[in-house]
């Protein structure tokens, strides 16, 4: 698949993250854990953008160094996948793997069990048969509306396999702000 092509819909990914709204300014991308990131700790919708959007948008290359990425080919287009220069601990394990999907950062976990993890994080399946496992569990839902404009946040912990990547498991925290 073209480079430019899977760039490009990685930005437009980012993008579809929240309505077009301006970046916060107090949020500094450079100040961001990645673990925590990915664990659901901390962070909020804007937070996850602004990394968002500073890896995908043209200062990509200082948002790879400053966090040491180095972007490594995915056989599954929804996913974009980075190697770490040092391993991070995220949920009680070690990885030096991640992924970003269209709502938010991945672990690549070495564990093709993901029921371990799944129990752990108190995640229940919403999908559990031999080739797939995905489950969720919600830790912000709220709904808010000002000027006209409603709007639902949603942040979820999220444990999954996916057939591109056998023997793994995927770890991480989706970030989304909807319009209604």
């Known amino acids: ?74 056989s599954n287009f929804m996913l974009k996948q980075y190697r770490l220069a040092r391993p991070i601990e995220v949920f009680g394990r070690t990885t030096s793997l991640i992924a970003f999907n269209s709502s938010g950062p991945l672990a690549v976990l070495d564990e093709a069990d993901p029921h371990p993890l799944a129990k752990q994080l108190k995640i229940e399946p919403a999908i559990d048969v031999p080739v797939k496992f995905m489950g969720e569990r919600v830790i912000v839902e709220k709904t808010e509306s000002a000027d006209g404009l409603t709007t639902q946040t949603r942040i979820t912990l999220n444990v999954s396999t996916v057939t591109t990547h056998p023997g793994k498991t995927l770890a991480g925290c989706s970030y989304k702000i909807e319009v209604l």
Not at 35 to 60: H, M, Q, R
């Open 1 to 74: 698949m073209n480079k430019t092509l899977i760039a490009g819909g990685l930005a437009l990914a980012f993008a579809c993250v929240g309505p077009a709204m301006a970046q916060d300014d107090e949020i500094d991308p450079k100040t961001v854990d990645l673990a925590k990131l990915i664990a659901c700790e901390t962070y909020d919708v804007p937070s996850y953008n602004t990394v968002a959007f500073w890896l995908a948008g043209t200062e990509g290359a200082d948002a790879r160094r400053h966090f040491g990425l180095t972007e490594v080919k995915s």
